[in-house]
């Protein structure tokens, strides 16, 4: 069983950055692509960025594009969220994800993120 443990979350104030990790139970190379989503209290959750390990092929959610930098250690399983300018409504839960090639789906359980002055 694959195991995502996120850490890294916190209090931040706008303008401020963080940098979320998520440590993978098993090569991240095994995976398709690898991710970080949101949840913000009363709403869906919500694809915030993703990665290709084999190609570093990333993309962005437009809310973050320019802020948010999507990255992976491969040599230490670990994926990464630089999260700069942080403005109040990126306060939520985020959330590791990966996706295999035979579609099998992986979540952390989540750190908190919260932006507040």
């Known amino acids: 069983q694959v195991q995502l443990v996120e850490s890294g979350g916190g209090l931040v104030q706008p303008g401020g950055s963080l940098r979320l990790s998520c440590a993978a139970s098993?090569?991240?190379?095994?995976?398709?692509?690898v991710g970080w989503y949101r949840q913000i209290l009363g709403k869906e959750r919500e694809w915030v960025a993703s990665?290709?390990?084999?190609?570093?092929?990333?993309s962005y959610a437009d809310s973050v594009k320019g802020r948010f930098t999507i990255s992976t250690d491969n040599a230490k399983n670990t994926l990464y969220l630089q999260m700069n300018s942080l403005k109040l409504e990126d306060t939520a839960v985020y959330y590791c994800?990966?996706?295999?090639?035979?579609?099998?789906?992986?979540w952390g359980q989540g750190t908190l993120v919260t932006v507040s002055s």
């Open positions: 990665i290709y390990p084999d190609s570093s092929t990333t």
């Open positions: 098993t090569s991240i190379l095994s995976f398709l692509t």
């Open positions: 994800n990966s996706r295999t090639w035979s579609r099998d789906e992986y």
